[in-house]
Protein backbone atom coordinates (compact mmCIF):
# COMPACT_ATOMS: atom_id res chain seq x y z
CA UNK A 1 0.00 0.00 0.00
CA UNK A 2 1.08 3.66 -0.30
CA UNK A 3 0.02 6.47 1.63
CA UNK A 4 0.28 10.03 0.05
CA UNK A 5 1.34 12.65 2.85
CA UNK A 6 2.70 15.95 4.20
CA UNK A 7 5.66 15.75 6.56
CA UNK A 8 3.74 17.15 10.07
CA UNK A 9 0.15 17.10 8.69
CA UNK A 10 -2.80 15.01 9.63
CA UNK A 11 -1.44 12.28 7.52
CA UNK A 12 1.35 11.46 9.99
CA UNK A 13 -0.91 9.36 12.38
CA UNK A 14 -1.47 7.15 9.35
CA UNK A 15 2.13 6.57 9.31
CA UNK A 16 2.53 5.92 13.02
CA UNK A 17 -0.21 3.69 12.78
CA UNK A 18 0.98 1.85 9.99
CA UNK A 19 4.35 1.25 11.75
CA UNK A 20 2.53 0.27 15.31
CA UNK A 21 0.44 -2.04 12.84
CA UNK A 22 4.00 -3.47 11.53
CA UNK A 23 2.51 -3.08 7.72
CA UNK A 24 4.84 -2.56 5.35
CA UNK A 25 4.12 0.87 3.14
CA UNK A 26 5.72 2.94 0.22
CA UNK A 27 5.49 7.29 1.17
CA UNK A 28 4.92 9.76 -1.71
CA UNK A 29 5.05 13.15 -0.32
CA UNK A 30 2.67 15.66 -1.50
CA UNK A 31 3.03 19.33 -1.81
CA UNK A 32 -0.06 20.53 -0.46
CA UNK A 33 0.23 24.30 -1.65
CA UNK A 34 1.26 23.12 -5.27
CA UNK A 35 -0.43 19.89 -4.97
CA UNK A 36 2.34 17.95 -7.06
CA UNK A 37 3.73 15.03 -5.50
CA UNK A 38 7.67 14.19 -4.71
CA UNK A 39 7.72 12.54 -8.20
CA UNK A 40 6.22 15.08 -10.11
CA UNK A 41 2.76 13.77 -10.34
CA UNK A 42 -0.55 16.35 -10.21
CA UNK A 43 -1.93 15.21 -6.34
CA UNK A 44 -5.65 16.69 -7.93
CA UNK A 45 -5.27 13.85 -10.23
CA UNK A 46 -4.86 11.29 -8.01
CA UNK A 47 -7.04 12.74 -5.54
CA UNK A 48 -9.44 15.38 -6.85
CA UNK A 49 -9.90 16.68 -2.94
CA UNK A 50 -6.65 17.60 -3.15
CA UNK A 51 -6.07 16.42 0.70
CA UNK A 52 -3.87 14.42 2.42
CA UNK A 53 -3.83 11.43 3.89
CA UNK A 54 -5.23 8.68 0.53
CA UNK A 55 -3.74 5.32 1.20
CA UNK A 56 -3.91 3.30 -1.94
CA UNK A 57 -4.25 -0.53 -1.39
CA UNK A 58 -2.43 -3.19 -3.36
CA UNK A 59 -5.53 -3.64 -4.96
CA UNK A 60 -5.45 -0.29 -6.27
CA UNK A 61 -8.44 0.72 -4.16
CA UNK A 62 -8.11 4.66 -2.66
CA UNK A 63 -9.44 5.73 0.87
CA UNK A 64 -9.04 9.37 1.55
CA UNK A 65 -10.74 10.96 4.66
CA UNK A 66 -8.35 10.23 7.92
CA UNK A 67 -10.84 8.71 10.08
CA UNK A 68 -11.52 6.09 7.31
CA UNK A 69 -7.69 5.46 7.05
CA UNK A 70 -6.75 5.05 10.58
CA UNK A 71 -10.12 2.69 10.87
CA UNK A 72 -8.47 1.00 8.27
CA UNK A 73 -5.66 0.44 9.50
CA UNK A 74 -7.37 -0.68 12.82
CA UNK A 75 -9.18 -3.18 10.93
CA UNK A 76 -5.58 -4.93 9.86
CA UNK A 77 -4.01 -4.71 13.25
CA UNK A 78 -7.10 -4.99 15.78
CA UNK A 79 -4.59 -4.47 18.59
CA UNK A 80 -4.90 -0.57 17.61
CA UNK A 81 -8.29 -0.11 18.22
CA UNK A 82 -10.09 -0.59 21.90
CA UNK A 83 -11.12 -3.36 22.73
CA UNK A 84 -14.47 -4.64 24.23
CA UNK A 85 -18.25 -4.96 22.84
CA UNK A 86 -18.18 -0.82 22.43
CA UNK A 87 -14.73 -0.99 21.18
CA UNK A 88 -15.36 0.00 17.32
CA UNK A 89 -17.95 2.41 18.50
CA UNK A 90 -15.96 4.70 20.96
CA UNK A 91 -12.92 4.50 18.37
CA UNK A 92 -15.22 5.94 16.05
CA UNK A 93 -16.41 8.18 18.43
CA UNK A 94 -12.89 9.51 19.42
CA UNK A 95 -11.85 9.57 15.66
CA UNK A 96 -14.58 11.81 14.76
CA UNK A 97 -14.58 14.21 17.62
CA UNK A 98 -10.18 14.60 17.38
CA UNK A 99 -11.49 15.50 13.75
CA UNK A 100 -14.39 17.29 13.71
CA UNK A 101 -13.82 19.03 16.83
CA UNK A 102 -10.41 19.29 17.26
CA UNK A 103 -8.43 19.52 13.71
CA UNK A 104 -11.22 21.43 12.18
CA UNK A 105 -10.72 24.54 15.11
CA UNK A 106 -7.17 24.56 13.91
CA UNK A 107 -7.78 25.99 10.07
CA UNK A 108 -7.71 29.90 11.48
CA UNK A 109 -4.01 29.13 12.79
CA UNK A 110 -2.76 27.47 10.02
CA UNK A 111 -4.62 29.87 7.33
CA UNK A 112 -6.00 33.31 8.69
CA UNK A 113 -4.01 36.56 8.78
CA UNK A 114 -6.30 37.92 11.32
CA UNK A 115 -5.12 37.80 14.88
CA UNK A 116 -8.06 37.80 16.84
CA UNK A 117 -9.09 35.12 14.80
CA UNK A 118 -6.29 33.08 16.10
CA UNK A 119 -5.90 34.00 19.53
CA UNK A 120 -10.45 32.87 19.26
CA UNK A 121 -9.18 29.63 17.58
CA UNK A 122 -6.53 28.71 20.16
CA UNK A 123 -8.89 29.47 23.71
CA UNK A 124 -11.03 26.87 21.45
CA UNK A 125 -8.83 24.76 20.46
CA UNK A 126 -7.46 24.94 24.34
CA UNK A 127 -10.82 24.19 25.68
CA UNK A 128 -10.84 20.83 23.73
CA UNK A 129 -7.73 19.74 24.42
CA UNK A 130 -9.30 20.04 27.83
CA UNK A 131 -11.90 17.81 27.66
CA UNK A 132 -9.94 15.46 26.22
CA UNK A 133 -7.30 15.65 29.16
CA UNK A 134 -9.98 14.00 31.20
CA UNK A 135 -10.46 11.28 29.09
CA UNK A 136 -6.51 10.35 29.19
CA UNK A 137 -6.98 6.93 31.12
CA UNK A 138 -3.89 5.35 32.45
CA UNK A 139 -1.55 6.07 29.41
CA UNK A 140 -3.53 6.74 26.73
CA UNK A 141 -6.82 7.68 25.42
CA UNK A 142 -8.48 4.10 26.42
CA UNK A 143 -5.91 2.63 28.60
CA UNK A 144 -2.54 1.06 28.83
CA UNK A 145 -3.33 0.43 25.23
CA UNK A 146 -2.33 2.62 22.05
CA UNK A 147 -4.48 2.88 19.36
CA UNK A 148 -4.71 4.82 15.84
CA UNK A 149 -6.62 7.69 17.79
CA UNK A 150 -3.76 8.39 20.24
CA UNK A 151 -1.51 8.90 17.17
CA UNK A 152 -4.33 11.49 15.68
CA UNK A 153 -4.39 13.31 19.08
CA UNK A 154 -1.02 13.15 18.98
CA UNK A 155 -0.28 15.27 15.57
CA UNK A 156 -3.20 17.57 16.90
CA UNK A 157 -0.73 18.25 20.38
CA UNK A 158 2.32 18.68 18.21
CA UNK A 159 0.19 21.62 16.28
CA UNK A 160 -1.03 22.48 19.49
CA UNK A 161 2.79 23.04 20.79
CA UNK A 162 3.70 24.44 17.84
CA UNK A 163 1.31 27.61 17.97
CA UNK A 164 1.97 27.95 21.97
CA UNK A 165 -1.88 26.72 22.51
CA UNK A 166 -2.18 26.10 26.54
CA UNK A 167 -2.04 22.85 27.35
CA UNK A 168 -2.91 20.62 30.81
CA UNK A 169 0.34 19.28 32.23
CA UNK A 170 -1.61 15.63 32.10
CA UNK A 171 -1.42 16.52 28.50
CA UNK A 172 1.73 17.41 28.38
CA UNK A 173 2.90 14.11 30.07
CA UNK A 174 0.27 12.52 27.64
CA UNK A 175 2.46 14.07 24.53
CA UNK A 176 5.41 13.16 26.26
CA UNK A 177 4.72 9.25 26.47
CA UNK A 178 3.78 8.83 23.12
CA UNK A 179 6.51 10.57 21.57
CA UNK A 180 8.55 8.13 23.17
CA UNK A 181 7.74 5.45 21.19
CA UNK A 182 9.81 3.92 18.77
CA UNK A 183 7.04 4.24 15.72
CA UNK A 184 6.67 7.64 16.99
CA UNK A 185 10.16 8.51 16.68
CA UNK A 186 10.30 6.80 13.59
CA UNK A 187 8.02 8.33 11.97
CA UNK A 188 9.16 11.81 13.08
CA UNK A 189 12.47 11.21 11.71
CA UNK A 190 11.12 9.78 8.32
CA UNK A 191 9.29 13.22 7.83
CA UNK A 192 12.34 15.01 8.79
CA UNK A 193 10.69 16.22 11.54
CA UNK A 194 12.54 17.21 15.07
CA UNK A 195 12.09 14.66 17.63
CA UNK A 196 9.42 15.22 20.17
CA UNK A 197 10.79 14.23 23.38
CA UNK A 198 11.63 16.60 25.69
CA UNK A 199 15.75 17.09 24.78
CA UNK A 200 16.59 15.72 28.80
CA UNK A 201 15.43 12.03 27.18
CA UNK A 202 17.57 12.30 23.75
CA UNK A 203 20.83 10.74 24.34
CA UNK A 204 23.20 13.06 23.23
CA UNK A 205 26.15 11.21 21.24
CA UNK A 206 28.82 12.85 23.74
CA UNK A 207 26.77 11.51 26.94
CA UNK A 208 26.22 8.45 25.83
CA UNK A 209 29.91 7.28 24.52
N1 LIG B 1 -11.38 15.77 5.65
C1 LIG B 1 -10.00 15.42 5.48
C2 LIG B 1 -9.15 16.63 5.80
C3 LIG B 1 -7.69 16.31 5.72
C4 LIG B 1 -6.86 17.56 5.80
O1 LIG B 1 -7.29 18.58 6.35
N2 LIG B 1 -5.65 17.48 5.28
C5 LIG B 1 -4.78 18.65 5.22
C6 LIG B 1 -3.47 18.36 5.89
S1 LIG B 1 -3.68 17.99 7.63
C7 LIG B 1 -4.53 18.97 3.76
O2 LIG B 1 -4.24 18.09 2.97
N3 LIG B 1 -4.65 20.24 3.41
C8 LIG B 1 -4.45 20.66 2.05
C9 LIG B 1 -5.30 21.84 1.71
O3 LIG B 1 -5.90 22.43 2.59
O4 LIG B 1 -5.36 22.14 0.52
C10 LIG B 1 -9.62 14.25 6.36
O5 LIG B 1 -10.14 14.17 7.49
O6 LIG B 1 -8.80 13.42 5.95
Redesign the pocket.
Given at each position: MKLYY?PG???LSGRISLHEAGLDADFER?D??T?ITERGYDYTAINP?????MLVLDDGNAV??????LTLIADRAPDLEPGGPLGRTRLIEMLSWI?TEL??AFTPLWSSDDEAEKARAAETIAKRLDLISDHINELYLFGPRFTVADAYLF?MLRWARAFGVRMSPDLVGYFERVAERETVRRALAEEGLPDARPASQIASPELSS
Open positions: AACSVIKKKGYVPTENIAVSHVV
